[in-house]
């Protein structure tokens, strides 16, 4: 039987460490019967209220590039390490440092061998945002003395769009290059752009907004050309699509555990060993990770990393159909009841987790609040307080109304087709429900152009 299957069950009879007797009546082993409950207690019991927001139950989750859920496989390989082999992985003179700092070393080379990087090319941090800050500043400001000009594009994650700003406050140039309506990058632009005294080209491998796949070979063969290092935010792609750090001429990478169904609070950064690639660290400590990041290597985190990262390498094949069956079926689900359905992004070159659809004449926010059994979104989680449309799909060119009404279905190794119909079913009802309410659309069925009308203000 799996460790954590025995021990969360005992942790829980015991009432947890430290825990009040009280806390006992947890253990159902020797409790009497309780009395049935009335149908309105059933309910009540049934419900969840979180933030004034009342459901009958908890949603079924479709919010996959946000999050995924822990494999209890990679759960099975972290628990040890909380339990009873808790050494810091820095402690060279006793038993508990040196079987931490193994399982460490392990989990470099399952993350490594998932990329087909060097194990000595790998630096665990606290997570892709981090990697992205170290990939971006430092290596602009290792050669800032000598190059002084970054490239990127306009739907890179925030954590590379704002490190570039930075940047900018510094003195440094820094080129955002636009994307085609498929949000893929003009290969041709990107050369053009490209200057003698180019430091960088980061461009995203995955977009966390629309699923697209950028051409990360050709991009790394451009660049290798040029002579400047290629980084790629890979958060969404590890795991997900083959990569081939030399095949594809990446210099730099940041990774994630929390998207390949690791623990959250650990990512790792691929920095090129031949030819070398320095960079400045970001932060001042004891010099671990070879001085590129130091802080105490969480050694739990980074064995459900690599145990993650394991687990993907064997099963990303089946993984990749499966999320293509998946979509598919999502979306001749929706399109077979709901017309005005637009596709945010190219469906050739994407990972079939991501689903992105704008629904013309319905507010985005809206059908959100209406779809309170499923847990999708409006586009990135670390954009999401914001009330402006999304900034990947206006680069995309889609205008500021279809913007508005986007919303990102992610599917994962755990969503089943039961789930998946369930989301058609009610996000059908709730898009047909708001249109109903929309004299906008009522005037688009009748023929009428909606952008001839000159609206007035009063």
């Known amino acids: 039987m799996a460790l954590s299957r025995r021990l969360i069950p005992l942790f829980l009879r015991r009432g947890g ?17 309780p009395a049935p409950p009335s149908a309105s207690e059933s309910e009540e019991d049934s419900s969840v209220t979180v933030k004034g927001v009342r459901i009958s139950g908890r949603p079924l989750y479709m919010d996959m590039q946000a999050t995924t859920p822990v494999d209890p496989r990679v759960l099975d390989a972290m628990l040890p390490f909380y339990l009873s082999r808790y050494g810091n992985p820095h402690s060279r003179t006793h038993l508990y440092g040196w079987e931490s700092d193994a399982a460490v070393e392990a989990a470099r080379a399952s993350v490594a061998s ?32 000598r190059r002084r000009h970054v490239v990127t594009t306009q739907t890179e994650h925030k954590c590379v769009l704002d490190s570039c700003r930075y940047l900018q406050q510094e003195g440094f140039e820094v080129t955002y290059l636009p994307v085609r309506a498929d949000g893929l990058v003009d290969l041709a632009q990107l050369e053009d ?11 995203m491998a ?20 040029k002579g400047v290092p290629f980084h790629t935010d890979a958060a969404q792609a590890l795991g997900k699509i083959p990569i081939d750090v030399n095949r594809m001429g990446i210099g730099l990478m940041s990774l994630s555990g929390h998207k390949i169904y690791g623990p959250k609070g650990v990512g790792a950064l691929y ?12 932060m001042s400590g004891g010099g671990q990770e070879r001085g590129i990041r130091s802080g105490t290597v969480p050694t739990p985190l980074v064995v459900g990393f690599g145990a993650a990262c394991e687990i993907a390498a064997q099963e990303m094949d089946y993984d990749h159909r499966r999320a293509s069956a998946l979509q598919q079926r999502l979306l001749d689900g929706i399109r077979a009841q709901v017309d005005e359905v637009v596709i945010n992004g190219s469906m050739e070159h994407r990972y079939p987790g991501n689903l992105n659809l704008s ?24 954009t999401s307080a914001s009330l402006e449309p999304s900034y990947v799909l206006r680069a995309l060119g889609v205008e500021e109304d279809m913007a508005h009404t986007s919303i990102r279905f992610g599917i994962g190794r755990f969503t089943t087709e039961e789930e998946v119909d369930r989301a058609i079913e009610l996000t ?25 009308i000159e609206w007035s203000q009063h």
């Open 271 to 282: 920095l090129r060993r031949r030819p070398r690639i320095r960079v400045e660290p970001q």
């Open 359 to 382: 629904f013309a004449y319905v507010e985005g926010e809206s059908l959100l609040m209406g779809l309170k059994e499923v847990a999708v979104s409006s586009g990135s989680a670390c």
């Open 114 to 145: 998932l990329v087909g990087a060097d194990p000595r090319e790998i630096f665990f941090t606290s997570g892709a945002t981090e990697c992205n800050n170290i990939a971006v500043k430092g290596v602009a400001r290792f050669y800032r003395d």
């Open 17 to 33: 460490a430290g825990a009040a007797p009280a806390a006992r009546t947890l253990s159902t082993a020797a409790a009497p019967a």
């Open 206 to 225: 995955v977009n966390n907004e629309i699923g697209v796949v950028q051409p990360l070979e050709e991009i790394g063969r451009i660049c290798k050309e």
């Open 428 to 452: 059908v009802r709730q898009v047909k429900k708001l249109r109903d309410m929309s004299p906008l659309y009522e005037m688009a069925k009748a023929g009428i152009d909606l952008k001839s």
């Open 193 to 203: 752009a490209i200057r003698p005294d180019t430091g960088l080209v980061s461009i």
